[in-house]
């Protein structure tokens, strides 16, 4: 049985709340990373993605916005001790790409839908079989 915490990724690059949309397209290009998690000092709040940002620029919005604009929905996160195949569960249930992982009320990582995927083929079997639990065709016996 995998866990998050077996997958996460420690180091999680973070930007303050006020700091503005191109601050945060320099960072991620700096560190050729696609999201930043959203801190009001030692809490997370939210999450800016390489995806925010092109819609920004495609809506024509102002690039010099706070980023705490991007956080009008409450930030969902794991905990480090959950289950692979909860996370997974958590990223459909939302449709989200990125978690934040969360102990004790500090951020200590964050885990991707690409880390899941990635972690093992024995987990992407077991994914497999769980979307296929799901969708069981018609029985069309006559």
């Known amino acids: 049985m995998y866990y998050v915490k077996d997958i996460m990724s420690r180091s999680v690059k973070t930007i303050g709340a006020d700091a503005t949309v191109t601050e945060a397209a320099k960072l991620m290009a700096k560190w050729k990373i696609g999201s930043l998690v959203i801190m009001e000092g030692e809490r997370p709040i939210g999450i800016i993605t390489e995806g925010d940002v092109s819609r920004c620029v495609a809506r024509g919005a102002d690039l010099g916005s706070k980023l705490a604009t991007f956080t009008k929905k409450e930030l969902i996160t794991v905990t480090s001790d959950e289950r692979i195949e909860e996370a997974a569960k958590t ?36 994914l497999k079989e769980m979307v296929q639990a799901r969708y069981r065709p018609p029985d069309f016996q006559m």
């Not at 459909?92 to 500090?106: S, W």
């Not at 951020?107 to 839908?113: D, E």
């Open 91 to 126: 990223f459909t249930d939302n449709n989200i790409k990125k978690l934040p992982v969360m102990d004790e009320g500090k951020l200590v990582g964050i885990v991707t839908q690409t880390d899941i995927v990635s972690s093992s083929f024995a987990l992407v079997t077991s």
